[in-house]
């Protein structure tokens, strides 16, 4: 079993920047990919971003790409999402999760722990 816990979500105006952090717990978090998805009320979920064990590749939804940064820490068992610029389109609860391929994937069916999520929102 991997424990996965979001935390960094929160209000923001506009334009304003959050870093999500998740942290993984549990079973070895080595040689695995790493994802963030996001679900906005009555909203399917939706690929953010995912990155390998090693860092790369990294992959961004097209919605996300040039404002969003995904990275990790492997020593800290630790995913980050870095956004800026937010917009008002972003405000979702956001989840990290973990699957065990060495390039990640985009479709949430093929990630195997979730966490729990983080609420964004942004004002506009």
């Known amino acids: 079993q991997v424990q996965l816990v979001e935390s960094g979500g929160g209000l923001v105006q506009a334009g304003g920047s959050l870093r999500l952090s998740c942290a993984a717990s549990g079973r070895t978090f080595s040689g695995t990919s790493m994802g963030w998805f996001r679900q906005a009320p009555g909203k399917e979920r939706d690929f953010v971003a995912a990155i390998s064990w090693s860092g790369r590749p990294k992959y961004y939804a097209d919605t996300v790409k040039g404002r969003f940064t995904i990275s990790r820490d492997n020593a800290k068992n630790t995913v980050y999402l870095q956004m800026n610029s937010l917009k008002s389109e972003d405000t979702a609860v956001y989840y990290c999760?973990?699957?065990?391929?060495?390039?990640?994937?985009?479709?949430?069916?093929?990630?195997?722990?979730w966490g729990q999520g983080t609420q964004v929102t942004v004002s506009s």
């Open positions: 999760a973990t699957q065990t391929r060495v390039v990640p994937t985009r479709d949430g069916n093929e990630y195997d722990y």
